[in-house]
């Protein structure tokens, strides 16, 4: 039987019949009733057309979204990779400019002619070394002032004893003046450690590596001269990690700090940076002359 009590109870179950949660039961009684009644029809036609229509938008709404989404997506991926490409540009060219050094550096401690001042002042101590090398024959000058005193050690190789990994062993006589007066030591059999150095030489390109990321180069200048400053950079030749300049056309270090310490008022401060001279090519016989051995004491 129809009647307007039918007609309000489909119209009430009409949003759950779309949506398909009536039982099977009423989806029949609805069904049937709809197919007789145009005024319920017209109503659930409306009905689910609107409920339809507002599924595109929000379907719409979520296209949009991803869009945007993918949008960002994309230029997130886009920002990593610029930073990626910044990253390896500048390790690679550290990695150049160490290595280049390095090579440079090789060449140079191989020579058999130079004169070097390796010099610095620290806690109210003058230290200096100084080398002339020609062939097999080294004169090596060890100076240490302080306010009390003064030493110059001074050693003149006759010849070469022996030589290995550990360096070369040489005949020397060895003349020392200081405060107590001057003595010399005649064919004593001694080591000499002083070497130039590669300070920027790695063991392997891994190393090499690693130090390209972790230091930092800047391009500068000392006394005239174009070089590099390099910090951090902790190869096993490099006895300056805090910093050292390396001369731009030999590749080897013009000053350097070997480290960082704390000040009293807790500040960080360097040691005064040690100072390297080279000269090549200009070692002569006559800077192999030893001094008149009678104003020294003998001591043997
Ligand atoms: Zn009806």
């Given at each position: ?27 029949d009684?609805?069904k049937?009733?709809?197919a007789?009644c145009?005024n ?6 409306k009905m689910?057309l ?7 938008k ?6 949009n979204?991803f869009?945007k989404?993918n949008k960002?997506l994309?230029?997130?991926k ?14 690679a ?9 390095s ?5 140079i ?7 070097s001042?390796e010099y610095?002042?620290?806690?109210g101590?003058y230290?200096k070394?100084e ?6 024959k080294?004169k ?7 306010n009390?005193?003064f030493e110059t ?10 030589e290995?990994?550990?360096g070369?062993r040489?005949l020397a ?6 405060n107590?007066?001057?003595t010399?030591?005649l064919n ?5 450690m002083?070497?130039l ?7 392997n ?10 230091s930092?180069i800047?391009?500068t200048k ?8 390099i ?5 096993y ?15 080897m ?9 704390d000040t009293?008022d ?20 006559d ?5 008149n ?7 043997n």
């Amino acid at each position: 039987m129809k009647g307007k009590n039918d007609c309000k109870i489909v119209q009430d179950l009409l949003p759950n019949y779309i949506d398909n949660l009536t039982s099977e039961e009423t989806s029949d009684f609805i069904k049937n009733h709809l197919a007789h009644c145009n005024n319920c029809n017209e109503i659930y036609n409306k009905m689910n057309l609107k409920l339809k229509d507002n599924t595109e938008k929000s379907t719409n709404k979520e296209i949009n979204f991803f869009k945007k989404y993918n949008k960002r997506l994309f230029l997130l991926k886009l920002i990593i990779v610029i930073i990626l490409i910044l990253f390896i540009t500048f390790t690679a060219r550290k990695m150049v400019i160490i290595s280049n050094l390095s090579s440079k550096a090789e060449n140079i401690i191989n020579s058999d002619n130079y004169h070097s001042i390796e010099y610095g002042y620290n806690y109210g101590q003058y230290q200096k070394t100084e080398k002339y090398q020609m062939g097999d024959k080294i004169k090596l000058i060890l100076s240490n002032i302080n306010n009390e005193n003064f030493e110059t050690i001074t050693i003149y190789t006759k010849e070469k004893i022996s030589e290995d990994n550990y360096g070369s062993r040489y005949l020397a006589n060895i003349y020392v003046k200081n405060n107590q007066g001057q003595t010399a030591y005649l064919n004593q059999n001694i080591g000499i450690m002083v070497e130039l150095q590669d300070v920027l030489q790695t063991e392997n390109i891994w190393e090499l590596f690693k130090n390209s990321i972790i230091s930092s180069i800047t391009s500068t200048k000392i006394n005239g001269k174009s070089c590099y400053f390099i910090s951090n950079f902790n190869g096993y030749n490099n006895f300056y990690p805090a910093g050292v300049y390396i001369d731009k056309e030999i590749g080897m270090p013009l000053s350097a700090v070997s480290y960082e310490m704390d000040t009293l008022d807790g500040t960080k401060t360097y040691e005064t940076p040690k100072e390297f001279l080279y000269e090549f090519n200009t070692v002569k016989e006559d800077d192999f002359i030893e001094p008149n051995i009678e104003e020294y004491k003998i001591n043997n």
